[in-house]
């Protein structure tokens, strides 16, 4: 009878999960070739093959899509040294990725990629310590982080060093340094880089103002993820402010917005509904208001 040979079961899992990756990959188009070779490397232990490799298989460029594996593979990077295998594993377990949402985890895995040189690891760090998220608030400390990481050359930190700059939250209010750092930016698609600058353009402050750059910079941010940028679009559109009013485009981005826990678009959809004499939807949107923390749609006690 063949002797069976005892396996290695964490071994055996990483290479099925490269092994089944590779299976995905064909054709012969170059990012094709080069994720098999990104395969290749990472099963032989080169720990940035793996970084690049699970940012290949969030994106599903060139291979199947599969936040699970991509979560594993970082998991290796960040062990075998890698900073950007630390910030984007942090990524993943803050959004809950491919694995279970864990904060706590995910401030410790940006702490732990921004001392290895991984800027997006000092940007995200620097958010939470902003907002007082995992962490205790300490803007002096968010700050630090993001001037550090746009020296390093992350964009986000720029965006967010910018925002700073504009409400003068931090740091002194310097409009003209604000304006540089978002354009910057926004020039690499950051949306929140592009719905700064476009609130300088709305104001005239650091730029000249222009009110159709500013919609087209809320359209873009919007487009990139941002729910802001999407609200501020929404309410250009209402009123035809640097673009021909279109009610309807605008009440669609109120909704998106509602759903993404903006209070101020709830309300705002509200309104138009009640226009639109529908009482029942605006009383909806109206309630969604209130829960998602905007008082301005609440109901008043009695006697208040």
């Given at each position: 009878m063949r002797?069976?040979?005892?396996?290695?079961?964490?071994?055996?899992?990483?290479?099925?999960?490269?092994?089944?990756?590779?299976?995905?990959?064909?054709?012969?188009?170059?990012?094709?070739?080069?994720?098999?070779?990104?395969?290749?490397?990472?099963?032989?232990?080169?720990?940035?093959?793996?970084?690049t490799l699970a940012i290949r298989l969030q994106k599903g460029d060139h291979v199947l899509r599969d936040e699970m594996r991509a979560a594993t593979l970082f998991e290796r990077a960040c062990t075998?040294?890698?900073?950007?295998?630390?910030?984007?594993?942090?990524?993943?377990?803050?959004?809950g990725r491919g694995v279970k949402r864990d904060s706590a985890r995910a401030v410790n895995l940006f702490r732990e990629g921004c001392e290895r040189n991984a800027m997006e690891g000092c940007s995200r760090l620097g958010v939470l310590y902003r907002q007082g998220r995992g962490v205790t608030q300490d803007l002096a400390r968010a700050v630090t982080l993001f001037q550090q990481s746009c020296a390093g050359g992350d964009v986000l930190?720029?965006?967010?060093?910018?925002?700073?700059?504009?409400?003068g939250e931090g740091v002194p209010q310097d409009f003209v340094r604000a304006s540089d750092l978002l354009q910057r930016s926004c020039k690499e698609e950051v949306a929140l880089g592009c719905l700064g600058l476009g609130r300088l353009h709305a104001t005239?402050?650091?730029v000249l103002r222009n009110d159709s750059a500013a919609a087209a910079l809320y359209r873009r941010s919007c487009n990139g993820g941002e729910v802001e940028g999407c609200f501020q679009h929404a309410k250009v559109l209402e009123v035809g402010l640097g673009v021909p009013p279109n009610v309807d485009w605008a009440l669609s981005l109120y909704r998106e917005a509602c759903d993404d826990r903006h209070g101020e678009a709830c309300a705002r959809a509200a309104l138009m509904y009640e226009r639109f004499r529908n009482p029942e939807r605006a009383a909806a949107f109206r309630r969604r208001a209130c829960e998602y923390a905007y008082v301005e749609a609440c109901p008043k006690a009695k006697g208040a």
């Open positions: 002797t069976r040979v005892p396996v290695n079961p964490r071994r055996s899992t990483l290479r099925l999960l490269l092994v089944s990756s590779a299976i995905a990959l064909s054709g012969c188009h170059p990012r094709t070739e080069e994720a098999k070779r990104l395969t290749r490397s990472c099963e032989s232990g080169d720990a940035a093959a793996c970084s075998g040294g890698i900073g950007e295998g630390c910030a984007n594993l942090g990524v993943a377990y803050q959004g930190g720029c965006a967010h060093l910018g925002t700073l700059h504009a409400s005239g402050n650091g």
